[in-house]
């Protein structure tokens, strides 16, 4: 299906769906009574052992603006959704996780937003759903029209008065709050990569996408129109990852290479060390997760706080922008009191809600 209708863009909707026989139908249902008609849906079965497949052709048959690719070998998250824009034909590209879902006005607003804008890119807030339990993000105060220069380095890292904000530093990451140009994409052959290799192939794809887009603007809608829900509220993961702190450290690396040769390349370095500086929050928490004992635990701690990035970034980074609460926990970073650190690091795991 081509759109046939110029001020009224063809937007595909891209679905990677995994075992999300309880969740797929809302997710889809959102999409299919959105106010903007010309979409198509992209389920993308990733080999799911449930009835996922067949909950998804059955909605498929309900209306046909929604499609099934089922892949053949489990690949994962990325690889589902490089399979979804190899499938679309759409102008413009949404990607919306299958469990979960979006507000009915999201796609017209956005749209008409791109339209108005002449926007490569339009971005808007959600909300973190868990049981009962909700909380808006709310990325920047208020509407905001930027250049894409601007914004791009707000995906790299905070810098100034967000640093205010150092728990908010994953706020832009996510590629489900974005309205995407997919001839761009396609210009450019971007892809998403492995978690396992890159380590957040949210924010890389999100920074390799800043990176490919001309001088021109983005716009941000200040409505929580994405609904994320979250099935564990203790952590970032609801589990120790021993890979955390490799990962975190390979995306930053890939971040830094992404932006060399660019114009404002000091600007986006300054932001990404402060990446580096504010991954040690996910590192650490992550690290309590452990069941391994506090020693080993502040063994690695202690580790990661003698690497020559994070020592460079806990240098350089702006304090004075920081809560007292962060100002502290920075302060005993950067002069690397491990047991120190470790215990504000237990106090944070009891009273921060943290939000990745």
């Excluded at 099935?231 to 932006?259: D, I, W």
Aim: with cysteine; net charge negative; glycine share 4%.
């Amino acid at each position: 299906m081509r759109n046939d209708m110029p001020n009224q863009p063809l937007v595909s909707v891209i679905v990677p769906a995994y075992n999300a026989e309880q969740t797929l139908e809302k997710c889809v249902n959102s999409l299919t009574t959105q106010t903007y008609r010309n979409v198509e849906v992209i389920v993308v079965n990733d080999c799911s052992t449930d009835g996922t497949l067949a909950l998804a052709q059955h909605l498929a048959a309900a209306d046909a603006r929604v499609k099934v690719c089922d892949r053949k070998q489990n690949g994962g998250l990325s690889q589902a959704r490089n399979s979804g824009m190899e499938q679309a034909v759409g102008d413009w590209f949404v990607f919306v996780d299958s469990d979960d879902w979006i507000e009915p006005e999201t796609i017209e607003t956005a749209v008409d937003a791109m339209q108005k804008n002449d926007a490569d890119l339009v971005v808007w807030s959600y909300v973190s759903e868990y049981g009962e339990s909700k909380k808006e993000k709310h990325i920047f105060d208020g509407d905001q029209v930027m250049t894409n220069d601007e914004l791009l380095l707000c995906t790299f890292g905070p810098v100034g008065e967000r640093l205010a904000h150092p728990e908010f530093i994953h706020s832009l990451s996510t590629v489900c709050t974005k309205l995407f140009n997919a001839q761009l994409i396609r210009n450019h052959h971007l892809i998403f990569y492995d978690l396992e290799k890159i380590g957040a192939e949210d924010l890389y794809f999100s920074a390799q996408y800043g990176c490919a887009c001309p001088a021109g603007q983005s716009v941000y809608l200040d409505r929580c129109f994405y609904h994320y829900i979250k099935a564990n509220t203790a952590s970032l993961s609801g589990r120790y990852k021993p890979q955390y702190t490799a990962m975190a450290f390979h995306v930053n690396t890939a971040l830094q290479e992404l932006c060399a040769g660019r114009e404002n390349a000091d600007e986006c370095m300054a932001a990404i060390r402060n990446r580096w500086a504010l991954c040690l929050i996910n590192i650490g928490l992550n690290e309590m997760m452990a069941t391994d004992g506090r020693r080993a635990v502040c063994k690695r701690l202690k580790k990661v706080l003698n690497e020559p990035p994070i020592r460079q970034a806990l240098k350089q980074l702006e304090v004075r922008y920081l809560p007292l609460k962060w100002k502290a926990f920075f302060l005993c970073a950067r002069l690397r009191c491990t047991l120190l650190f470790y215990g504000l690091l237990r106090a944070m795991q009891k009273l921060i809600a943290y939000h990745d």
